[in-house]
């Protein structure tokens, strides 16, 4: 159970180094395990914000999401936190 518990402990800290949120495709390119995700998000840890899209609980909340389309070919997800 030591390796779940230091996966998890790794997987805050991306999430924190990132401003607390973060999307799953990047989580696992960044070598996390889905089921680390699931347990974070399980144990209330994670808030799913959208499909694919995860934030911390303790980070600030948004105020606004914003879609824009860059390049034409990929979105990107702009977020507005409330200070």
Known sequence: MASVSKAVDSARKV??????????V????????PR???????????????RGLYRLATAPHLTNICCRRVSGQR???LFLHHR
Do not use: N, P, Q
């Not at 999430?15 to 799953?24: H, Y």
């Not at 990047?26 to 395990?33: I, V």
């Not at 209330?44 to 914000?49: K, N, P, S, T, W």
């Open 36 to 50: 680390t995700l699931y347990k974070l998000r399980d144990r209330g840890e994670l808030e799913r914000v959208g």
């Open 15 to 24: 999430f924190s180094k990132r401003g607390g949120m973060l999307r799953t």
């Open 26 to 33: 990047d989580a696992l390119r960044l070598g996390m395990h």
């Open 75 to 77: 979105i990107r997800l």
